[in-house]
């Protein structure tokens, strides 16, 4: 059975930054990719950023320049450094999890940025 855990959401004021933690356990193929989601009130959830194993990355352009994704292979982790964090941000951010066809998803995390 696999796993997602995340951590590291909740309340920054505008401009600041805060970093997110989702560690996969259980059957963890090492040919995957994950990734982080973010659904807002009302709104489709969206992707933020990807990663693959080998580390290749995909950010939406909403991002870019403000985001970084990484990832430690070995302890099947996945971080998402979120800096210059402006009020539109807020939502509950999701992990995701790709391997050998399936999807894997966590519990979500909320991020909330005040203005």
């Known amino acids: 059975q696999v796993r997602l855990v995340e951590s590291g959401g909740g309340l920054v004021q505008a401009g600041g930054s805060l970093r997110l933690s989702c560690v996969a356990s259980?059957?963890?193929?090492?040919?995957?990719?994950m990734g982080w989601y973010r659904q807002a009130p009302g709104r489709q959830r969206e992707l933020v950023a990807t990663?693959?194993?080998?580390?290749?990355?995909n950010y939406d352009d909403s991002v870019k320049g403000r985001f970084t994704i990484s990832r430690d292979n070995a302890n099947n982790t996945v971080f998402l450094q979120m800096n210059a964090l402006k009020p539109e941000d807020t939502a509950v951010y999701y992990c995701?999890?790709?391997?050998?066809?399936?999807?894997?998803w966590g519990q979500g995390t909320q991020v909330t940025v005040s203005s």
């Open positions: 990663v693959t194993d080998g580390g290749r990355t």
């Open positions: 995701k999890l790709g391997m050998v066809g399936r999807i894997y």
């Open positions: 259980g059957s963890i193929f090492s040919t995957n990719f």
